[in-house]
């Protein structure tokens, strides 16, 4: 028997692994440990609903609320029109890949804690709806997702993404997504400190404003690079692109819940560079995708505006996202065409 310990070398090592891997588990590792990009991002989300929360001075301003994924990004207080600026604060809570059920959750947060908005903008990209491309998973479940939303979505996940959950909890590192690079870096360069938000660079940038991140697509690229970027974006979501059905529920949930508390609601398709538009028109996306956003929107009362065709800005930073500078002019079409005019006519 002796000369057969060595069969039990593995097993060993597999727990040994195991055991090491539950340090991952650690209250530190999921409530404060910003490496770079998503787990920043929503990290911030988390701190910007703090300040929401506190803020007074919505007892004499208007709230108006943005949700969706990098697209929205420079919606901001800054772009509402001068004459009404002192009258609003806006606060957007868009995330990284950002799914409709992270919107709703979000909402449904804010309003329990008796924030009533008068204005909410809701950004949905089709890419968002493609469940085969795993953005339930990571960003959502692993940061954005808390044990009471997990039990309300659990019945609404896929095979693969309840899977894909349940790894995470037999090896917690795949939680962390832990980026080796950085923790070399930051661990040479003794930054290991910014790992906190206190001292991340990159958060306090985000914390500036009010949830707004300008700096994203400041650039106005040329049209070989977005041609370029075309090609790659179309290959990675487009060509396998399936309309799944976990996130319309929540899309209609979200609805749902702003005209219950009487919220004008606003549902934006962002623009994206022409040549990328043409695969939503090549696969269906637009006439079957869009169609029954629209539907839903108009089923609950709120407006919906398909920037690709409503908006003349050619300003593009990649194939998926314009310039920040053209969200100036989109800004003032929705706050004169949608937010104010309707709050006028209460």
């Not at 009487?262 to 696969?283: D, Q, R, S």
Request: overall charge positive; aromatic content about 16%.
């Amino acid at each position: 028997m002796l000369a057969k310990r060595f069969l039990f070398y593995p097993v060993c090592l597999l727990a040994f692994i195991l055991i090491l891997d539950k340090i991952f588990l650690l209250p530190l590792f999921h409530t404060e440990f910003l490496q770079a990009g998503n787990s920043v991002f929503y990290h911030h989300r988390k701190v910007l609903k703090e300040r929401l929360f506190s803020d007074k001075d919505l007892a004499e301003k208007k709230l108006a609320l943005v949700f969706g994924d990098s697209r929205s990004y420079p919606f901001s207080e800054k772009g509402i029109p001068q004459s009404s600026q002192k009258n609003w604060s806006l606060y957007n809570f868009s995330g990284p890949q950002g799914v409709p059920m992270y919107s709703y959750f979000t909402l449904k947060a804010i309003l329990d804690q008796g924030i009533q908005p008068e204005f909410v903008i809701l950004s949905l990209s089709p890419e968002a709806f493609d469940d085969s491309k795993g953005f339930i998973n990571s960003p959502f479940l692993r940061l954005a997702c808390d044990s009471d939303c997990l039990d309300h979505v659990w019945n609404h996940l896929s095979f693969r993404d309840k899977y894909e959950f349940v790894l995470d909890r037999v090896f917690s590192i795949r939680s962390v997504e832990l980026n080796f690079g950085l923790f070399v870096n930051r661990l040479k360069s003794s930054k290991l400190k910014e790992y906190k938000a206190k001292n991340n660079s990159e958060f306090q940038l985000i914390n500036y404003g009010k949830g707004e991140y300008l700096m994203y697509a400041t650039t106005a690229n040329p049209v070989e690079k977005l041609e370029k970027d075309t090609r790659r974006v179309s290959a990675i979501y487009m060509k396998s692109y399936t309309l799944g059905e976990s996130q319309l529920p929540y899309v209609k949930s979200f609805l749902e819940l702003s005209k219950s508390k009487n919220i004008k609601t606003l549902v934006i398709w962002p623009k994206v560079y022409p040549k990328y538009y043409e695969n939503y028109v090549k696969y269906d996306i637009k006439d079957i995708w869009w169609k029954k956003i629209e539907g839903l929107t108009k089923e609950y009362g709120a407006d919906s505006i398909d920037m690709n065709v409503s908006d003349a800005c050619e300003l593009f930073n990649d194939a998926s996202h314009q310039s920040v500078y053209c969200f100036i002019d989109q800004m003032n079409v929705i706050w004169q065409n949608y937010a104010e005019r309707n709050l006028k006519n209460r």
